[in-house]
């Protein structure tokens, strides 16, 4: 059974940071891809970043470029997402992805 369990979520200022983090079990998590969504009250989910397994190559959504970062640690089974300089359009339920498996979410809410 897969499990992916997002953190790091909070309410933050516009221009400021947060770092999410999602946990990963279950699987061999070095040979998938990764991918941070994101959907926000009313909207359809939308694909925000996603990581090679190897963490070579990445994909940003293109509201996000130059502000956000995703990376992956292999040892800690783990992928994060970086998210500088926050927009109070960024606010949103994030949620991370392997192949067909989701996580909680965990939301992120910007103040303009």
């Known amino acids: 059974q897969v499990q992916l369990v997002e953190s790091g979520g909070g309410l933050v200022q516009a221009g400021g940071s947060l770092r999410l983090s999602c946990l990963a079990s279950g699987r061999t998590f070095s040979i998938y891809a990764m991918g941070w969504f994101r959907q926000a009250p009313g909207k359809e989910r939308e694909s925000v970043a996603s990581?090679?397994?190897?963490?070579?190559?990445?994909y940003y959504v293109d509201s996000v470029k130059g502000r956000f970062t995703i990376s992956r640690d292999n040892a800690k089974d783990t992928v994060y997402l970086q998210m500088n300089s926050l927009k109070p359009e960024d606010t949103a339920v994030y949620y991370c992805?392997?192949?067909?498996?989701w996580g909680q979410g965990t939301q992120v809410t910007v103040s303009a």
């Open positions: 992805r392997l192949s067909d498996y």
């Open positions: 990581i090679s397994w190897s963490g070579g190559n990445s």
